[in-house]
């Protein structure tokens, strides 16, 4: 096939969209399209220009004797502070109150598009981490951990409740819940963490961290090793668990008879990781 530049210029920013974090060789690009290396360069320096104007992701050449490129996701602060205000939005809705004061996040984690634009940002926040693999509690926080996971290009580690048979040996804890202050079990397969692991820990909620701390005990079970904490909503608990944390909304309010509810900025803007 003999490729136009109109054609290689979208089929290989398609290509680096869907391969974040992954050094390719420009003379994959060679290769692929029969181009010279030098019009190679020059369509990557055509990408890049573009990623940067739009606020796409960086994109980063590397020297060498074969030389590469690697697209990394960046998400400007205006964009951030836009998605945010959509989920506010989302999150304020009186009918999302169920009895008891606990809100329907169904709709909202149940969402591919919102959990892709969370995902990205929480992603671009920890992009120049060293991070081998995302863990997430079953089941709600499960959505975003893979929208995370996607755009740091690594794989998603689940731990559950009770153990699976189709899970082989599993290693379990038991962890005292940071609000009720009741012991609960959390287990993880054996063969789903290796030791020496850099691990981001995705959740959807987080009060006063029982859970995230539940997590990080296990991680210290495997030999592995924390690299940062990212949540969706975070209540405002004064007994907190966990100190060092990114969020996207804080929860500050639910008010069950007057049926309101009051959100904010999380602090991903102002937290540095």
């Known amino acids: 096939m003999n490729w136009k530049r109109s ?23 060679v290769d692929k399209y029969g181009a010279a290396k030098s019009s190679i360069s020059e369509d990557i320096s055509i990408i890049k220009e573009t990623f940067n104007q739009q606020g796409i992701g960086i994109l980063k050449t590397l020297a060498g004797a074969s030389g590469g490129v690697i ?8 964009d951030i502070q836009s998605s945010i205000h959509t989920l506010c939005e989302w999150i304020e809705k009186p009918d999302r109150i169920l009895p008891g004061g606990y ?34 509690v079953a089941t ?19 731990v559950r409740r009770d153990s699976k048979i189709t899970e082989g040996s599993t290693v379990s804890i ?20 290796k030791e020496g692991s850099k691990v981001l820990i995705v959740d959807d909620f987080m009060k006063a961290g ?9 991680l210290e079970e495997f030999r592995a090793e924390l690299a940062g904490i ?27 008879k007057e049926k309101k509810i009051v959100v904010s900025e999380g602090n991903i803007l102002c937290k540095e990781v």
């Open 210 to 218: 029982g859970t995230v701390n539940g997590m990080i005990s296990l």
């Open 230 to 256: 990212a949540v969706l909503i975070e209540a405002d608990y004064n007994e907190r668990l966990i100190n060092e944390y990114t969020s996207i909304i804080k929860l500050t309010h639910v008010d069950e």
């Open 7 to 29: 054609e290689r210029l979208v089929d290989m920013t398609n290509y680096l969209l869907n391969n974040p974090r992954k050094i390719i060789p420009l003379t994959y690009f």
């Open 174 to 193: 038991n962890y005292v819940s940071g609000s009720t202050k009741k012991i609960q079990s959390m287990v993880l397969a054996r063969k789903s963490l």
């Open 71 to 78: 697209y990394s996701v960046n998400v400007r602060s205006e």
């Open 140 to 158: 709600k926080g499960i959505t975003l951990a893979y929208a995370t996971a996607r755009y740091l290009n690594v794989p998603v580690v689940i």
């Open 103 to 136: 809100l329907y996040m169904a709709d909202i984690i149940g969402n591919p598009h919102l959990m892709d634009e969370v995902g990205k940002i929480l992603a671009s926040k920890y992009i120049d981490k060293d991070i081998d693999v995302v863990m997430t």
